[in-house]
């Protein structure tokens, strides 16, 4: 085949206008030297439509394959919510426990592993702990009650003028609108 064959349908394509050309140019002759072998033009033939039909069948089996592929991941779109669902019903109604491992078994479950903490592991994170709280000056609730102190009033700031001290009116002075005040006796 030449250069341009690049992908399969341009290949069938090739070899259909060759069984073409053959069947138009060379009806006549009996068979040719190819390679330094004598093929009749019945093999050549034979030859190339069962090529051409080989493609067709891995195409139709790669379109089949493909559909059934498609097919498959929507079942699992489907059908995985349902199991996951199953599964959390099963362990609410037989527990998930070593004591209903054979029930949960027979679907195909195993009981749950309980978490096991290295007693290294919970040290440290005691010490963790109560270093944290140490540093933040943490206390619990019982220990935040028996804190209490004085609240003292806040200074004035040292950059803000005094504020001038408030006037008081005199007893010589008169009120607005002109009654005499009042004197105590």
Avoid at 13 to 29: C, E, P, Q, S, Y
Avoid at 67 to 91: C, E, F, M
Avoid at 155 to 177: D, E, N, Y
């Amino acid at each position: 085949m030449t250069s341009t064959d690049k992908n399969k349908t341009t290949r069938q394509n090739r070899i259909r206008l060759v069984l073409a050309g053959i069947d138009k140019h060379l009806d006549n002759t009996p068979s040719v030297v190819l390679n330094g072998a004598t093929h009749t033009l019945a093999d050549i033939r034979t030859m190339l439509q069962k090529d051409i039909a080989l493609t067709d069948a891995a195409d139709k089996a790669r379109a089949d394959w493909l559909t059934s592929v498609d097919a498959q991941r929507n079942s699992h779109t489907t059908t995985n919510p349902i199991l996951s669902g199953l599964k959390q019903y099963v362990n609410l109604q037989f527990g998930s426990t070593q004591a209903a491992s054979t029930t949960l078994a027979d679907f195909g479950y195993t009981p749950r592993k309980p978490r096991v903490v290295a007693p290294k592991t919970k040290v440290a994170a005691a010490a963790k702990t109560l270093a944290t709280r140490a540093a933040r000056h943490t206390v619990g609730p019982k220990a935040k009650l028996a804190i209490t102190g004085v609240v003292e009033p806040p200074a004035p700031p040292a950059h803000a003028p005094a504020a001038a001290a408030p006037q008081t009116p005199t007893a010589t002075a008169s009120p607005p609108g002109g009654t005499p005040p009042h004197t105590a006796q």
